[in-house]
């Protein structure tokens, strides 16, 4: 009962320790070189930190598998270098709760340049700032110093999780530059590219969570699963809002993802209702009017409504991945698991 009644939006449960993560962050990425100090830090500075998605689900999964809840000390902002070590299990898991968000930046640093995109979080894109060069730079840094964070938590398997990431990201980014045609109206393929680009951060950063806590090897398995199903679920929920949502919402240009080439997953489900929307995907839909009419295909089809059916049954997986962990050893842990179950239901409610 207590649980329930304590049932509040899933970011305020470790909302604190957010707060704590983010102020950590903002300490870590100074450096002695003014240009590159600013171009780090812009993603990092207060209000457009964006939704803070990924240390929030670090942090989740931390209480979900702990025997109680952090002592109050775990609330202060750790001043430690990120190169030093640290032995107290919850610091390591804030660490790799920072560790993913530094990755995750540095993607969308890289991510913006490759897109030659002008906002983001409603903000003028870093390279449209300080230009390409600066921008890749940035983005590098922010890996090296996640880089020289992780090797301090000294436990290799970790490393190799969060390198594999890495090369999730890059494969991610080449899969979709390079589809061959077909490719392009493979599912399949899709999928497979956006386990790379999305859920794979996610997936292992849970399953990090779970190592850094000593799990077994089933448990860990859980963890990695609720990460991937709960990222392609909000990947698909992202295509979706791409196609339907206003840009003043999204904080970035709508339906950019024809704009730029992309069909997304509507855009594969349509298609396989009406054949005359493959010859738009198969040319990026790069002819005069090619987003406006395969727009109007879509709206046409199922391919909207199979698309949400599609992220709903990734969110419910991830959903039953929480309820099916062993039994919670605190009812701390037992509110964490109903908040990591509630972000499964907001991921498909979402709006940006
Ligand atoms: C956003 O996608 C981009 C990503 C999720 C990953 C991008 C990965 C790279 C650029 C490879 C380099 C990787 C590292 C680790 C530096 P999007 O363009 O579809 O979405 P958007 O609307 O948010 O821009
Ligand atoms: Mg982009
Ligand atoms: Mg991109």
Same mark, same amino acid.
């Given at each position: 009962?207590?649980?329930? =009644?304590?049932?509040? #939006?899933?970011?305020?449960?470790?909302?604190?320790?957010?707060?704590?993560?983010?102020?950590?962050?903002?300490?870590?990425?100074?450096?002695?070189?003014?240009?590159?100090?600013?171009?780090?830090?812009?993603?990092?500075?207060?209000?457009?930190?964006?939704?803070?998605?990924?240390?929030?689900?670090?942090?989740?999964?931390?209480?979900?598998?702990?025997?109680?809840?952090?002592? @109050?000390?775990?609330?202060?902002?750790?001043?430690?270098?990120?190169?030093?070590?640290? @032995?107290?299990?919850?610091?390591?898991?804030?660490?790799?709760?920072? *560790?993913?968000?530094? *990755?995750?930046?540095?993607?969308?640093?890289?991510?913006?340049? *490759?897109? #030659? $995109?002008?906002?983001?979080?409603?903000?003028? !894109?870093? =390279?449209? =700032?300080?230009?390409?060069?600066?921008?890749?730079?940035?983005?590098?840094?922010?890996?090296?110093?996640?880089?020289?964070?992780?090797?301090?938590?000294? =436990?290799?398997?970790?490393?190799?999780?969060?390198s594999?990431?890495?090369?999730?990201? &890059?494969?991610?980014?080449?899969?979709?530059?390079?589809?061959?045609?077909?490719?392009?109206?493979?599912?399949?393929?899709y999928?497979?590219?956006?386990?790379?680009?999305?859920?794979?951060?996610? $997936?292992?950063?849970?399953?990090? *969570?779970?190592?850094?806590?000593?799990?077994?090897?089933?448990?860990?398995?859980?963890?990695?699963?609720?990460?991937?199903?709960?990222?392609?679920?909000?990947?698909?929920?992202?295509?979706?809002?791409?196609?339907?949502?206003?840009? !003043?919402?999204?904080?970035?240009? $709508?339906?950019n993802?024809?704009?730029?080439?992309?069909?997304?997953?509507?855009?594969?489900?349509?298609?396989?209702e009406?054949?005359?929307?493959?010859?738009?995907?198969?040319?990026?839909?790069?002819?005069?009017? #090619?987003?406006?009419? %395969?727009? !109007?295909? &879509?709206?046409?089809t199922?391919?909207?409504?199979?698309?949400?059916?599609?992220?709903?049954?990734?969110a419910?997986?991830?959903?039953d991945?929480?309820?099916?962990? @062993?039994?919670?050893? !605190?009812?701390?842990?037992?509110?964490?698991?109903? %908040?990591?179950?509630?972000?499964?239901?907001?991921?498909?409610?979402?709006?940006?």
């Open positions: 009962d207590e649980v329930r =009644n304590r049932r509040v #939006d899933p970011f305020n449960v470790v909302q604190q320790e957010v707060e704590v993560v983010s102020e950590r962050l903002r300490l870590s990425v100074t450096t002695g070189i003014p240009a590159l100090k600013t171009a780090a830090e812009y993603f990092f500075r207060r209000g457009i930190e964006g939704k803070r998605l990924r240390p929030t689900l670090a942090l989740l999964m931390a209480s979900a598998l702990s025997p109680a809840a952090p002592s @109050p000390q775990y609330l202060q902002v750790d001043t430690r270098p990120p190169n030093e070590h640290t @032995p107290e299990l919850r610091r390591r898991q804030q660490r790799l709760a920072e *560790i993913t968000e530094l *990755i995750h930046v540095a993607s969308l640093l890289h991510d913006d340049v *490759i897109d #030659d $995109a002008q906002t983001r979080r409603g903000v003028v !894109s870093l =390279n449209t =700032n300080v230009g390409n060069k600066v921008a890749i730079l940035a983005g590098d840094f922010l890996l090296a110093r996640a880089s020289v964070s992780l090797a301090a938590l000294k =436990n290799t398997t970790i490393v190799e999780l969060m594999q990431v890495l090369e999730h990201l &890059v494969s991610g980014e080449i899969m979709q530059m390079t589809a061959t045609t077909e490719q392009l109206l493979d599912l399949e393929h999928l497979a590219k956006t386990y790379c680009k999305t859920a794979s951060l996610m $997936a292992n950063s849970a399953r990090s *969570i779970a190592v850094l806590a000593d799990s077994s090897d089933e448990v860990c398995d859980m963890a990695w699963s609720y990460g991937r199903h709960l990222g392609i679920a909000f990947q698909v929920v992202d295509d979706l809002l791409d196609l339907t949502g206003s840009s !003043s919402v999204l904080g970035k240009p $709508a339906l993802d024809m704009r730029s080439g992309l069909a997304t997953a509507p855009v594969l489900f349509a298609a396989e009406q054949p005359a929307l493959r010859p738009l995907i198969l040319r990026r839909f790069k002819h005069e009017g #090619d987003v406006a009419l %395969a727009m !109007s295909m &879509v709206e046409a199922q391919g909207l409504r199979r698309a949400e059916e599609l992220a709903a049954s990734h419910k997986a991830a959903a991945m929480i309820r099916c962990l @062993p039994a919670a050893q !605190s009812d701390h842990a037992e509110i964490a698991r109903e %908040a990591l179950i509630q972000i499964t239901h907001k991921v498909l409610t979402r709006k940006k």
